[in-house]
């Protein structure tokens, strides 16, 4: 067997079938479809068990709720293929997605791979936030980088590929991070000499709907789990300087939190769509003024 599709999931019955149709609808059909089951209390193992007859080669794998990064390496642990696919249970591959990692690791057999993810089109004409969202990943795609390197430093295991060999090169995710685990793993690969490529034909739709706050929330986390990785990590502040740039004052913080820091207030507004009347491009711009100050700005402290 050559490839196989790692997805860790977390009380994710509502949105894994949405993955797991894409994956049935690969132009490649010999793939092997490993779900970690990570503690779920919900039924995602009666979701994931409907598609036993579209993937004869599917392994559902449970263990203790232990985190992401220790579900991931429990996948590679119970894995047949040489090629390793890692996918959250929110995302829909494109029907060529496989085939395309599989063409690149022929070509690159050394090399770590991601893909670009998206907001569906047609979802974010339903919700304003939502094409917000694609605007702004959809410019991502467009800006970033083909060739990773610690300057222009990316990288996702939302839609990542590896081959198991290099993967053991580089070990392991880290089990102690509840979060950026990939953030980590990417620049270990770079420092191990690994090169690391971002595909922007390799896509996929990220069905992550949440709403302003919602998406607040989570970059909330993220935001507090890199300053985890600066714990444990001091050494990256200055090997990365571009991706922890926000951990000191920039021009214009002072007045952003000012403007946005009332979190009821906002929601207030936000709630009965004063955005709405603006044009599209001011209100985007509400949109990341608002997301910095609740993400980055209130969790900012002084250590670094």
Known sequence: MEISVIIPTFNGANKIEATLTALSCQTIRDFEVVVIVDGSTDNTIDVVKRFEKKFP???IHSTPNQGRANAKNEGVSVANG?????????????????????QFHFKNKDTIVFGHLEMDPLMAKQNDFWNYRRTVESSWRENQDLNISLKNYAITSANL???KRIFNLVGIFDPTLKDSEDFVF???????????IYSPQ???????????MAYVRRQNEYIKSKYVVLEKYPEYLQLLPEQFKWVRPLPGDGLKKMIFSSEGLWKGLISIGVFLVLPRLVRYKFYSAYIYVHSV???????F
């Open 82 to 102: 040489n090629i390793l696919v890692f996918i959250d249970d929110d995302i829909r591959l494109f029907d060529d997605a496989l085939a395309r990692y599989q």
């Open 186 to 196: 990417g620049v270990k690969a770079l420092q191990a000499g690994i090169p690391v």
């Open 161 to 163: 590929s590896v081959t």
């Open 202 to 212: 390799i896509r996929g739709y990220h069905d992550d709907f949440s709403t302003l």
């Open 57 to 59: 080669k599917l392994i």
């Open 297 to 303: 700005l209130l969790n900012r402290t002084v250590r």
